[in-house]
């Protein structure tokens, strides 16, 4: 099939990508009001005040790359992109919200609008709040596409038109003032962008960096490997263009794990702490080479390369039986897995009782007891497991879920990793661009029909036939996928002796005492690893738990300490 003209991206003007957005969405909401921003594409937080009507619309984009926070009482209404700017103002309180400090440690994804603030809301992804004197109306402007609700006569014009999208999203995520850097890793999502921008900018380079591991990572295994670079070689050699870079350890490494840049210019602590931690050396030579503006592949799995596996146990239950044997019978001949395994795993698993797996997994009773060093005091004063959505939350222990749009929402309405986005754009002010999340791709790949996600045994079918012919088979057919931050074991390892330090001070501070287990947090210092093999199966407790109660505890001292 010949290579579609795509009309290439300006990349000169006076205007830096994003392009102002004020005169714009000001002019569709005088022409729509409000509902403007179901016609906006683009990642956008704005503001507007209406005199006529004395109301202030907060507009967030469907995809949530713009947070957007907002403070109001009878005196004071305050918004802001950055929560720390809010938290500045002698007006707002600073109380913490002690349902949110729970959410935060056990990987909830809880109330949309709430923060670690009691005085401070969110404005949820997609969504229009409109602030007045009676109060904060809210209301939905963008709901994510039906599975299976769009259809075209045959593989070819699913192709076609895919591929156009896919084009006009990483065309628009090009412009820019200076080079445009590509996270480069190995798999489908960001081969499928870097394809399409190598072609738009051709004969012009196309910037790309992939961090790699320093010292001794854990083996591959036959669906996992822990060091991109060699299967990105190959994608270099087929892409001339392409200027990659690969990007080790620095002499900084130890102080992007100081957490407080963070809560200085986020005002909260970081979920995943070491992993934000491992891209700073990446940030730092990207701007040695005058680049401010990133693109990623996040979320890309949700949509345009969904392995179409979920839709498994819905086949079930709407009695098509037919289908799901033949998948199931394929699945098992193209992974090497028994029919019964591949029954047990992906369709019988969001059946099983919360009870059961956990018993199966030899868990404590709690769910979050494997990941999460939440002091048990502070749980059950919450009542959390009372409170908690298991059916939600099942998501977090393996637990799988039996539909497909409510899986899809669970990854979408992950305001942490947003916020995460937030504070690397602070401390670093870079840009960072998510094409696979751009309204269009949502709206098509969303839409698309199960089968072009998994046939006959083949997952993530439609971007795997998307890339076919243009990229080399061993990425294009791998079945196996990329672990970041493979050589978390060495720099945690680095930093265990700030951490026992910092705990001996830490057990003095009432509300970190109160919030996390530090005894489980120093049995866990207390018992290291002896080498990456071992840690690699503790991986969880090690890189998650113990790096996350650590950031906690941290940033709970420094609210009690003054925030200074």
Request: aromatic share 8%; proline share 7%; charged share 25%.
């Amino acid at each position: 099939m010949p290579v579609p003209t795509t009309t290439r991206p300006r990349m000169s003007g006076t205007w830096k990508y994003p392009r102002p957005s004020s005169p714009p969405i000001l002019a569709a909401f005088e022409r729509w009001g409000a509902d403007c921003a179901s016609r906006l594409l683009g990642d956008y937080a704005a503001a507007i005040w209406d005199p006529a009507e004395r109301r202030l619309v907060l507009l967030r984009d469907h995809g949530g790359c713009r947070t957007l926070y907002l403070h109001r009482t009878d005196r004071l209404v305050a918004f802001s992109t950055r929560l720390r700017a809010l938290l500045t103002l002698p007006d707002i309180p600073r109380d913490l919200d002690d349902a949110a400090l729970a959410d935060h440690l056990i990987l909830n994804l809880g109330e949309p609008m709430r923060t670690l603030y009691q005085a401070i809301t969110r404005v949820p992804i997609a969504h229009v709040a409109v602030v007045s004197a009676d109060g904060v109306r809210l209301s939905r402007h963008w709901h994510p596409p039906e599975p299976g609700s769009l259809s075209r006569s045959s593989d070819q014009s699913y192709e076609e038109e895919g591929r156009s999208i896919l084009d006009q999203a990483v065309g628009d995520a090009l412009r820019a003032q200076g080079p445009v850097t590509q996270l480069l890793t190995a798999g489908l999502d960001s081969a499928a962008m870097v394809e399409s921008a190598t072609r738009q900018l051709a004969p012009g380079r196309h910037l790309a960096m992939t961090r790699v591991p320093d010292g001794a990572i854990a083996e591959a295994t036959v669906d996992r490997y822990h060091d991109e670079a060699p299967r990105i070689r190959l994608l270099a050699r087929h892409l001339p263009t392409l200027d990659w870079h690969c990007v080790g350890g620095d002499d900084r490494e130890q102080d992007d794990l100081d957490p407080l840049r963070g809560f200085l210019m986020g005002g909260k602590p970081s979920r995943a702490p070491q992993n934000i931690a491992w891209f700073f050396p990446i940030y730092r030579l990207m701007a040695r080479h005058g680049s401010s503006v990133s693109l990623g592949g996040e979320l890309g799995n949700t949509y345009f390369s969904d392995d179409g596996v979920a839709f498994l146990p819905s086949m079930l239950t709407s009695l098509r039986w037919g289908r799901l044997a033949r998948e199931i019978g394929a699945l098992s001949r193209v992974q090497g897995r028994s029919a019964w395994a591949v029954t047990r795993q992906e369709v019988m698993r969001p059946f099983e009782p919360m009870s059961w797996r956990l018993r199966r997994l030899r868990s404590a009773p709690e769910p979050w007891a494997r990941h999460s060093a939440i002091n048990p005091k502070f749980a059950a004063e919450l009542r959390l497991g009372e409170t908690l959505d298991i059916s939600r939350y099942r998501m977090r222990v393996g637990g799988g879920h039996r539909s497909v749009t409510a899986l899809r929402a669970w990854v979408w309405e992950d305001e942490a990793a947003r916020d995460g986005l937030n504070v690397i754009r602070a401390i670093t002010g870079i840009d960072h661009r998510l094409p696979l999340s751009d309204r269009r791709v949502v709206d098509f790949f969303g839409a698309l029909p199960p089968d072009q996600f998994l046939r006959n045994g083949e997952t993530r079918s439609i971007a795997r036939r998307l890339l076919r012919g243009r990229l080399p088979a061993e990425i294009v057919e791998s079945r196996a996928r990329g672990v970041q931050n493979g050589d978390w074991f060495r720099i945690v390892t680095a930093h265990r002796p700030a951490m026992l330090a910092d705990l001996e001070r830490l057990r003095t501070k009432r509300l970190a005492s109160r919030v996390v287990d530090l005894d489980r947090l120093r049995g866990l210092l207390d018992n290291w690893p002896r080498d990456v093999a071992s840690a690699q199966s503790q991986r969880p407790q090690y890189l998650q738990m113990l790096t996350r109660g650590m950031e906690v505890a941290r940033f709970l001292a420094w609210y009690e300490g003054g925030n200074s």
